[in-house]
C-alpha cells in the first residue's frame, strides 16, 4: 500500500513538474506572440470586425440554408459553455492573488490578441472541415494540420492529446469543483452530486452535438446572465470605488504591489505570468479546442463564423473575468490572503450584503450567486467538452468510436465527484499545453490562408 501510494505521489511530482515546463514562458510567449502577429497581418480584425461579429452572433444567429449541424449562436453557445468556467471565477481570482490587480490588466491584453487567434482558428476550422458518413460536420486542428498543413502526424497528436484532456479539465475535473460547492453551501454528499450530474450529463450529450447545442443554447446565456447580473449589483454597490479600483489594476501592471493586509507583494513579473497565464486558461485561445465547435456551424463562408467565434474571447474574457477581477478589487478582497474561489466567494459575500432563505437555512445572496455560477459553469463546460473529446476521438478511432465514448465520459463524472484529482489535475495541464504548440504551428504556417479569406470577405461585403 505505502509503495503504491509513493509511485502515486512519484507521478503526481513528475506530472507537476512536467505541467510546469510545458507552461513556462517559451509556450506563453508563444501563445501571446501568435496573437500578436495576427492582429497584425490580419489588420486589427478584432476592432475592425467587432461590431459585425457581435451582430452575426446575436442578431443572425443562423444562416439558413448553410450546411452544418447547428446555428452560428448555439456554435459560439457550445464553445462559451466550454471556455467560460471555473477559470472565470477561481482563475480570476487565482491571478491577482498571486499578482496583485494588475494581474488584470495583463488578462485583458491576452484576451485583445486572443481575439485574433480564435479568428484564426475558426477560419481555418471550417474551410477544412469534412461531413462524416453519418452526414455531421467534423474539422479542427486536427483536419487543418492533416489537410491545410500536410502533416497528418501532428494531426494525430492534438487529437490525442485533446482526447485525453476531455477526461480531465473537461470532466473529472469540472464535477469535482461543483461537489466541493455543494457540500461546503448545502451540505449536499459528492456522491449523489456526482450522480446527479452524470445523469444530466447524459441526457445531454447522448443526443450528440444537435442535443448539446440545444442546452448551451439556452443555459449558457441564462448563467452568463445571471453571474453578470450579480457582479454589475455589486460594482453599483460600490460604484464610487470603481475609479480607485481600476488606477490600481493600471499602476500595478506597470509597478510592484507592496505587500498589504493578508497580500503578500508581487513584483511586475509575477503580474504579467499569471494574468496571462490565467488568460489563457479562461478563454482557450490558441489551445485548438473551440473550433471544433465552430466547425459544427451551419454556415457557408469560414470568416463569418470565425467572427462569431471571436467574440467568445471578447465575451469570457473582456467582459466576465473583467467583472470578476473589479468585484474582487472593489471590495478590497485582494488584500485577504485568500485565493481562487474562495476569494471571489469572500468578494460576492462582502460587496452584496443581503441575505436569503432558502428551505429554512440563512445564505448569503452574493455567496449563492458564486456557488450556483460554478455549478453552472462547471456543468456547461462537461458538455461543451464531450463534444471536443467525442470529435477527436472520432478523427482517431473513426465513428464505431463515439457512442462507447459518450457512456464512459457520463461514468467518469460521477466519478470525478469522489476522486482525489491532483494526478488529474497535472495531467490535464499537460495535455492542454501538449493541446497548443501543434494548434499554433497550424495557425502560422496557415496564417497566408487566414489572411485571403478575410481579405474576400471584407471585400464582398
Same mark, same amino acid.
Request: glycine share 12%; aromatic share 10%.
Given at each position: 500500500?505505502?509503495?503504491?501510494?509513493?509511485?502515486?505521489?512519484?507521478?503526481?511530482?513528475?506530472?507537476?513538474?512536467?505541467?510546469?515546463?510545458?507552461? $513556462?514562458?517559451?509556450?506563453?510567449?508563444?501563445?501571446?506572440?501568435?496573437?500578436?502577429?495576427?492582429?497584425?497581418?490580419?489588420?486589427?480584425?478584432?476592432?475592425?470586425?467587432?461590431?459585425?461579429?457581435?451582430?452575426?452572433? #446575436?442578431?443572425?444567429?443562423?444562416?439558413?440554408?448553410?450546411?452544418?449541424?447547428?446555428?452560428?449562436?448555439?456554435?459560439?453557445?457550445?464553445?462559451?459553455?466550454?471556455?467560460?468556467?471555473?477559470?472565470?471565477?477561481?482563475?480570476?481570482?487565482?491571478? *491577482?492573488?498571486?499578482?496583485?490587480?494588475?494581474?488584470?490588466?495583463?488578462?485583458?491584453?491576452?484576451?485583445?490578441?486572443?481575439?485574433?487567434?480564435?479568428?484564426?482558428?475558426?477560419?481555418?476550422?471550417?474551410?477544412?472541415?469534412?461531413?462524416?458518413?453519418? $452526414?455531421?460536420?467534423?474539422?479542427?486542428?486536427?483536419?487543418?494540420?492533416?489537410?491545410?498543413?500536410?502533416?497528418?502526424?501532428?494531426?494525430?497528436? !492534438?487529437?490525442?492529446?485533446?482526447?485525453?484532456?476531455?477526461?480531465?479539465?473537461?470532466?473529472?475535473?469540472?464535477?469535482?469543483?461543483?461537489?466541493?460547492?455543494?457540500?461546503?453551501?448545502?451540505?449536499?454528499?459528492?456522491?449523489?452530486? $456526482?450522480?446527479?450530474?452524470?445523469? !444530466?450529463?447524459?441526457?445531454?450529450?447522448?443526443?450528440? *452535438?444537435?442535443?448539446?447545442?440545444?442546452?448551451?443554447?439556452?443555459?449558457?446565456?441564462?448563467?452568463?446572465?445571471? %453571474?453578470?447580473?450579480?457582479?454589475?449589483?455589486?460594482?453599483? #454597490?460600490?460604484?464610487?470605488?470603481?475609479?480607485?479600483?481600476?488606477?490600481? @489594476?493600471?499602476?500595478?501592471?506597470?509597478?510592484?504591489?507592496?505587500?498589504?493586509?493578508?497580500?503578500?507583494?508581487?513584483? /511586475?513579473?509575477?503580474?504579467?505570468?499569471?494574468?496571462?497565464?490565467?488568460?489563457?486558461?479562461?478563454?482557450?485561445?490558441?489551445?485548438?479546442?473551440?473550433?471544433?465547435?465552430?466547425?459544427?456551424?451551419?454556415?457557408?463562408?469560414?470568416?463569418?463564423?470565425?467572427? @462569431?467565434?471571436?467574440?467568445?474571447?471578447?465575451?469570457?474574457?473582456?467582459?466576465?473575468?473583467?467583472?470578476?477581477?473589479?468585484?474582487?478589487?472593489?471590495?478590497?478582497?485582494?488584500?485577504?490572503?485568500?485565493?481562487?474561489?474562495?476569494?471571489?466567494?469572500?468578494?460576492?459575500?462582502?460587496?452584496?450584503?443581503?441575505?436569503?432563505?432558502?428551505?429554512?437555512?440563512? %445564505?448569503?445572496?452574493?455567496?449563492?450567486?458564486v456557488t450556483l455560477g460554478l455549478l453552472l459553469f462547471a456543468y456547461s463546460t462537461i458538455l461543451g467538452w464531450c463534444y471536443y473529446g467525442e470529435k477527436s476521438l472520432e478523427f482517431l478511432l473513426g465513428e464505431r468510436a463515439v457512442v462507447p465514448y459518450r457512456v464512459v465520459f457520463v461514468v467518469l463524472v460521477a466519478v470525478g465527484a469522489v476522486a482525489h484529482l491532483d494526478l488529474v489535475w497535472?495531467?490535464?495541464?499537460?495535455?492542454?499545453?501538449?493541446?497548443?504548440?501543434?494548434?499554433?504551428?497550424?495557425?502560422?504556417?496557415?496564417?497566408?490562408? /487566414?489572411?485571403?479569406?478575410?481579405?474576400? %470577405?471584407?471585400?464582398?461585403?
Amino acid at each position: 500500500m505505502e509503495t503504491g501510494q509513493g509511485l502515486l505521489s512519484s507521478l503526481e511530482s513528475a506530472l507537476s513538474g512536467l505541467s510546469g515546463w510545458i507552461w $513556462g514562458a517559451p509556450m506563453l510567449i508563444l501563445l501571446v506572440g501568435t496573437g500578436i502577429y495576427l492582429t497584425v497581418v490580419l489588420g486589427a480584425v478584432q476592432l475592425r470586425g467587432l461590431g459585425h461579429a457581435l451582430y452575426l452572433a #446575436l442578431i443572425v444567429r443562423r444562416e439558413k440554408g448553410a450546411e452544418g449541424d447547428i446555428s452560428h449562436f448555439q456554435a459560439l453557445m457550445t464553445a462559451l459553455a466550454a471556455t467560460v468556467g471555473t477559470g472565470n471565477i477561481a482563475g480570476v481570482a487565482t491571478a *491577482i492573488a498571486a499578482g496583485g490587480p494588475g494581474a488584470l490588466f495583463w488578462m485583458w491584453v491576452t484576451g485583445f490578441f486572443g481575439m485574433a487567434t480564435k479568428y484564426a482558428e475558426a477560419v481555418l476550422a471550417v474551410k477544412y472541415r469534412v461531413k462524416s458518413h453519418r $452526414g455531421q460536420m467534423a474539422g479542427g486542428p486536427m483536419y487543418y494540420l492533416r489537410d491545410g498543413v500536410g502533416w497528418p502526424w501532428l494531426g494525430f497528436l !492534438f487529437a490525442l492529446f485533446a482526447a485525453l484532456a476531455a477526461f480531465g479539465i473537461g470532466n473529472m475535473v469540472q464535477s469535482n469543483s461543483v461537489a466541493d460547492a455543494m457540500a461546503t453551501t448545502f451540505a449536499v454528499p459528492p456522491l449523489v452530486t $456526482g450522480i446527479v450530474m452524470a445523469a !444530466f450529463t447524459g441526457l445531454v450529450v447522448l443526443f450528440g *452535438i444537435k442535443g448539446i447545442g440545444r442546452v448551451t443554447g439556452v443555459l449558457v446565456p441564462l448563467m452568463i446572465v445571471m %453571474y453578470m447580473l450579480g457582479a454589475i449589483v455589486l460594482l453599483v #454597490l460600490h460604484w464610487s470605488e470603481i475609479p480607485a479600483a481600476l488606477w490600481l @489594476v493600471f499602476k500595478y501592471a506597470f509597478t510592484p504591489t507592496a505587500a498589504v493586509g493578508g497580500f503578500a507583494g508581487a513584483m /511586475v513579473k509575477q503580474a504579467l505570468r499569471f494574468g496571462v497565464a490565467r488568460g489563457v486558461f479562461s478563454n482557450e485561445s490558441g489551445l485548438g479546442s473551440s473550433p471544433i465547435a465552430a466547425a459544427a456551424a451551419q454556415t457557408s463562408d469560414p470568416v463569418s463564423q470565425a467572427l @462569431v467565434s471571436m467574440t467568445q474571447t471578447f465575451i469570457d474574457t473582456i467582459v466576465v473575468c473583467s467583472l470578476t477581477g473589479l468585484a474582487i478589487v472593489v471590495t478590497g478582497s485582494w488584500q485577504s490572503g485568500e485565493s481562487g474561489s474562495p476569494l471571489t466567494l469572500q468578494a460576492f459575500t462582502q460587496g452584496i450584503p443581503w441575505t436569503v432563505q432558502v428551505a429554512g437555512q440563512t %445564505y448569503s445572496l452574493g455567496g449563492l450567486v458564486v456557488t450556483l455560477g460554478l455549478l453552472l459553469f462547471a456543468y456547461s463546460t462537461i458538455l461543451g467538452w464531450c463534444y471536443y473529446g467525442e470529435k477527436s476521438l472520432e478523427f482517431l478511432l473513426g465513428e464505431r468510436a463515439v457512442v462507447p465514448y459518450r457512456v464512459v465520459f457520463v461514468v467518469l463524472v460521477a466519478v470525478g465527484a469522489v476522486a482525489h484529482l491532483d494526478l488529474v489535475w497535472n495531467l490535464s495541464d499537460c495535455m492542454n499545453g501538449l493541446m497548443a504548440f501543434p494548434n499554433l504551428v497550424g495557425l502560422i504556417l496557415l496564417s497566408g490562408v /487566414v489572411v485571403a479569406e478575410t481579405r474576400r %470577405y471584407f471585400a464582398n461585403r
